[in-house]
């Protein structure tokens, strides 16, 4: 092989890699847990054949099961192997529903069941399924904005204490060592499932990242049972979503190589923060993980909320028979102006007449009113 063949294989085979780098980049890979109330089940638990199997979704049928649990009728588009998976997941019953979703995507980690050892931790029983390839991004459509209470994890505290971290580290069951010369930089302790603690040192940048970014998250949701905690007294209740993003495993990796010890503080506050949410929703709630290998450079969230405000039949019985109606109302007002100005004009016609002749009447006497007359 002369030399400018040579160039010519060796360029299209870089060609060939980065263009399969791209679409592989382009793609989401993972995986996905539904985490459900023992006692109260809302999720298919697989059998002993399906836990042999291994199973799989794409992103528009997670977002369609959200959208089933929240209460809503799954998305038209969604093909019929999707809603076979999602007779596969979901329980069948239309009537009952959590009307309650906690939905987390957790970025940079593919299957922590690869990596880490699940047991006492709430993903040990949840209902597993990988992602495959498809589109990058789903919508979990919504009919409207006014049946849907949504609270977004990712919004950011401005309670950055010691003292915040100390409740934090409690409300986990762990410590925290304040450092007594500046805030924010002492040593956060964890205790994980398999009995070991976690040592956080906060004067490391991605680990206080890290230790922060967590209690963010847990700070939103106790903001979330606030809110549950008020749309419980209302009339009509409208389904509840909270739903957001983690992705500070990645820089612990990076930096330190601590991947693996983040995870097991993850997955200890993940089984804590759920254990909460079933204490305040009663059980009537299903949380949904997906863990993303592969997250979006720009940072976007893969599923995203859509509202979709259809009129209903009623109403548009209602906007036809309102629109009948107007029209048969103009149709009277046209015709009741019409006859006044027609009678306004002849009115004035007239008027004009009668000035006219007045003006232009003959000045002699009125041979009734000067007879001589005389009337027995």
């Not at 793609?27 to 999720?43: A, C, H, L, M, W």
């Not at 040192?201 to 549950?228: P, T, Y």
Request: aromatic share 8%; charged share 20%.
């Amino acid at each position: 092989m002369d030399c400018p063949t040579r160039r010519i294989f060796h360029l299209i085979v870089f060609s060939s890699l980065l263009c399969f780098q791209i679409r592989a980049q382009a793609e989401p890979s993972g995986s996905v847990f539904f985490i459900d109330n023992p006692t109260r089940q809302f999720i298919r638990t697989p059998s002993q054949n399906d836990v042999a199997q291994s199973r799989s979704m794409s992103l528009s049928e997670v977002s369609a099961a959200v959208s089933v649990l929240l209460g809503f009728a799954p998305p038209a588009s969604l093909s019929a192997d999707g809603s076979s998976k999602l007779n596969e997941v979901l329980v069948p019953n239309p009537f009952d529903r959590p009307r309650a979703v906690f939905m987390l995507e957790v970025r940079g980690v593919g299957d922590p069941k690869l990596t880490d050892d699940l047991d006492n931790t709430q993903l040990f029983d949840a209902y597993h399924s990988k992602i495959i390839s498809g589109p990058r991004k789903a919508d979990i459509q919504i009919p409207d904005e006014d049946q849907v209470s949504v609270v977004f994890l990712d919004e950011l505290s401005e309670d950055r204490t010691d003292k915040e971290i100390r409740n934090f580290a409690s409300w986990l069951g762990g410590s925290y060592v304040a450092d007594t010369l500046e805030p924010l930089n002492g040593e956060l302790i964890i205790p994980v499932a398999d009995g070991d603690h976690v040592k956080l040192h906060m004067s490391k940048k991605a680990e206080k990242d890290f230790a922060l970014k967590l209690q963010v998250l847990s700070q939103n949701i106790k903001r979330a049972v606030d809110v549950h905690e008020h749309l419980a007294q209302s009339i009509r209740r409208p389904a509840e979503l909270m739903m957001g993003s983690f992705d500070g495993i990645t820089a612990l990796q990076e930096q330190y190589g601590l991947g693996q010890q983040g995870m097991k503080i993850l997955l200890a506050t993940l089984s804590r923060i759920f254990d909460s949410l079933q204490t305040a929703y009663e059980g009537q709630i299903v949380g949904v993980v997906f863990f993303n290998e592969t997250p979006s450079p720009q940072s976007e969230s893969v599923l995203n909320l859509m509202y979709t405000s259809r009129p209903s039949p009623r109403m548009l019985a209602e906007t036809e028979g309102s629109r009948n109606a107007t029209l048969a109302a103009a149709e009277v007002l046209l015709v009741r102006r019409t006859l006044a100005w027609l009678t306004g004009i002849i009115l004035i016609i007239a008027t004009l007449f009668g000035i006219y002749f007045l003006l232009n009447m003959p000045l002699t006497r009125d041979t009734l009113l000067y007879s001589n007359v005389k009337l027995d």
